[in-house]
């Protein structure tokens, strides 16, 4: 695959290596360049050399922010002055509110009851609008925001499932390989599938044969279930300490890109989920959410990874409730 090509049978909303290269150039300066890291710790318990991208350091805590603001730019001014309107179980909201700040645009936000406390807050902060009474999950959130959107004439802003959001998120896989030219795999995140289908967006791009293996939580595996149905599917069952890997389903165009490249999806347990966060907070010296650490749970729990190859992770958010990481930090073994 040339850099320069893109697959005659890619999704016809697939946004383009071109598009990718257009999100680079427009968010150069916008977003941090957020550094790569290693530990030579890490490194012994994962079995292969680790090299992890802190988009916890990122504007608003995490990678959403790149998808965000590359959307408002290539959003028509009058959408932008209708004011906006997005779901998310927190990150995509903080992304978003950063973006509109920006913008000077008004936004609203429909977020579940349970999202996390210092994401609600976060929001608000930012002076957006916040949703929250009877939202009970990412599904009632959805149809809310629909209700709103067309009540008051609002702009949609999908979290993941929109060709220029996956544009903006492919930016970081792009640094990463770009920084990392020798990684021979990625681990990453994915639940709705905007960061996983931007990886695959800049896999493209830069015409690498990096392998890209996508990472959910047992309690949240939309994509396997998508995989089993053929096509965007809710899991029997959305429960996991990941809170932003709880999206209803993945998203049409990240599902097709998924499809199309023939990702391999594993899961991993919430307990190795904490054990990797834990892992990652003692040897990066970064503090991560729970989301963020699917990856390295994933390599440390699954002995066909152990085999010395040098892996990319994105440590996608850093957004995380106190309350859980210090009660994770107290009891979990391996901290001093």
Request: some cysteine; overall charge negative; proline content about 7%.
């Amino acid at each position: 695959m040339s850099p320069t090509s893109t697959p005659t049978n890619a999704p016809t909303n697939a946004p383009t290596n071109a598009d990718v290269r257009r999100a680079r150039d427009a968010l150069r300066g916008q977003v941090i360049r957020t550094p790569v890291l290693f530990s030579e710790s890490l490194d012994a318990l994962a079995g292969c050399p680790v090299y992890a991208k802190a988009e916890c350091l990122q504007h608003a805590g995490s990678f959403k922010v790149r998808g965000a603001l590359y959307r408002l730019l290539t959003l028509p001014p009058q959408d932008l002055a209708d004011g906006l309107i997005t779901v998310s179980a927190g990150n995509a909201a903080l992304g978003l509110a950063h973006a509109a700040r920006e913008f000077g645009a008004k936004l609203t936000v429909v977020m579940p009851e349970s999202a996390v406390p210092e994401k609600l807050a976060a929001v608000a902060a930012y002076g957006a609008t916040v949703v929250t009474e009877g939202v009970v999950d990412a599904a009632a959130a959805f149809a809310r925001a629909e209700l709103l959107r067309a009540e008051h004439g609002l702009t949609f802003v999908h979290p993941f499932d929109d060709p220029m959001v996956v544009a903006g998120a492919a930016t970081a896989t792009l640094e990463l390989l770009e920084d990392r030219p020798g990684l021979e795999r990625l681990l990453l995140p994915a639940s709705g599938g905007g960061l996983l289908a931007g990886a695959i967006m800049a896999k493209r791009t830069l015409g690498s044969d990096v392998e890209i293996i996508a990472v959910q939580p047992s309690g949240a595996a939309g994509f396997v279930a998508s995989l089993v149905a053929g096509e965007p599917t809710a899991p029997p069952v959305i429960r996991t300490v990941a809170d932003g890997l709880t999206a209803p389903m993945p998203g049409r165009l990240p599902f097709a890109l998924a499809v199309q490249a023939r990702t391999e999806v594993l899961t991993v347990a919430d307990k190795e989920i904490l054990d990797a966060m834990v892992t990652l907070v003692r040897t990066l010296r970064v503090v991560v959410e729970p989301s963020a650490s699917v990856g390295l749970a994933a390599l440390t729990h699954e002995p066909h990874l152990r085999d010395g190859r040098p892996t990319g992770l994105i440590l996608s958010g850093g957004n995380i409730n106190w309350r859980l990481l210090a009660d994770t930090l107290r009891v979990l073994p391996g901290v001093a």
